[in-house]
């Protein structure tokens, strides 16, 4: 009986240390996209993009169109209609 309650609070305890290491990426990853957004495009916003695509898994369509996007080519060929006329 006390080793199942023993190894219960292990699993609980390992659980609620995964959750904080996704917290802790979480915020990363927050901190690193305001970056991404609020940069110049050019060289310091290129140096984000590994950072990027590796926590968000990106697929190379997503990764060379957020390389086009990091280097200011901002144009329809990347955005889709209904996001630009919210940006616009």
Do not use: C, D, W
Not at 69 to 88: C, D, M, R, V, Y
Request: no cysteine; net charge positive.
């Amino acid at each position: 009986m006390q080793q199942r309650l023993l190894k219960s609070e292990v699993r609980r305890l390992e659980r609620n240390q995964e959750r904080e290491k996704s917290v802790a990426n979480l915020e990363y990853l927050k901190n690193v996209l305001l970056q991404f957004i609020f940069l110049r495009s050019g060289n310091e916003r290129q140096a984000l993009l590994p950072v990027i695509h590796t926590m968000l898994q990106l697929s190379p369509e997503e990764k060379s169109k957020l390389a086009a996007i990091a280097q200011g080519a901002f144009t329809s060929a990347i955005l889709p209609s209904k996001t630009k006329s919210l940006i616009a």
